[in-house]
């Protein structure tokens, strides 16, 4: 198992084949995909492609049970902003009167919109941090020439959070050691003992931080003066090959990318009015 941002992915999987830029530029335009699309059954059917990716992959599926409550908090804030806090708005379509809360199937329709456009945008950034490690995002930067402080500084923060994670872990399997489980206790309990992990969690990242800082400096690395003027040679990009494949996939996303444009400001695709679900959902209420 090969050890990545946010979990282990085994040897024998095909995203290895793929060039850490190609990784990179999905994670970066796929999550502009539902930014352009309004109708909800389309980013659900993004999502599901993601998650067939990941499948595909040979990534780990149980991860994705940790976003559930993430998805059912996320959603129901959303849902509950713009109905009960929506306001009034008498232009819109009355569904429910009560206590002075007016619920508009306007604003539920917007709710929905707006959770369904979230929802890839998750997916795809889990994907990415599923099948990549360190090395994969350092070398899609340096692979397009970006600076070399702006590529360690990007790394670095996915690591860190990919290592809080882990330190994270490691608090929970020590509390359980000592004989101390949450299950049982109200929920006031639970949140109020995740506030409370941030002490060490927070202490951890400070100690990281100076073994970071200490390592880069044993290392000769400087961020400014004469040493950061040298020029370093990028060993790390000599273990990858950007094979035809990797432009094949490349240019497909951008043309797909260019396709859903033009499906949408010029042939008016993808927006509510041409929505199936949201038209049910109408029906419905």
């Not at 930014?35 to 990716?53: H, K, M, Q, R």
């Not at 619920?103 to 994907?127: G, H, K, N």
Request: hydrophobic content about 55%.
């Amino acid at each position: 198992m090969n050890k990545t941002l946010l979990g282990y992915v085994p040897p024998q999987s095909p995203i290895y084949a793929i060039h850490p830029f190609v990784k990179l530029f999905f994670m970066l335009i796929v999550s502009l995909f539902p930014l352009f699309i309004s109708a909800p059954e389309w980013n659900i059917a993004i999502t599901l492609v993601i998650a067939l990716l990941m499948w595909y992959s040979r990534i780990n599926m149980s991860i994705l049970k940790i976003y559930v409550p993430v998805a059912i908090s996320m959603g129901s804030i959303i849902l509950i902003s713009y109905t009960l806090l929506g306001g009034y708005h008498p232009e819109y379509q009355l569904l429910i009167q009560f206590l002075g809360i007016h619920i508009y199937w306007e604003r539920i329709r917007d709710a929905i919109v707006v959770y369904c456009r979230i929802l890839p945008m998750i997916f795809t950034m889990v994907f990415f941090l599923s099948t990549s490690r360190e090395r994969d995002v350092i070398v899609a930067m340096r692979f397009i020439r970006v600076p070399f402080v702006v590529t360690y500084v990007f790394a670095m923060a996915l690591r860190s959070a990919g290592m809080v994670l882990e330190d994270f872990y490691i608090v929970r399997q020590a509390e359980q050691a000592r004989g101390f489980d949450t299950i049982g206790k109200s929920l006031a309990y639970k949140i109020r003992k995740y506030i409370m992990y941030m002490i060490p969690l927070f202490a951890l990242s400070l100690r990281r931080s100076e073994e970071f800082t200490n390592a880069l400096v044993a290392r000769g690395y400087a961020f400014t003066g004469e040493a950061a003027k040298v020029k370093r040679a990028d060993y790390v990009l000599t273990h990858y090959s950007f094979k035809s494949i990797d432009g094949v996939l490349t240019a497909a996303i951008i043309l797909l990318f260019v396709a859903i444009l033009v499906l949408r400001y010029g042939e008016g695709y993808f927006g509510l009015n041409s929505s199936i679900l949201i038209h049910w959902l109408q029906g419905v209420l």
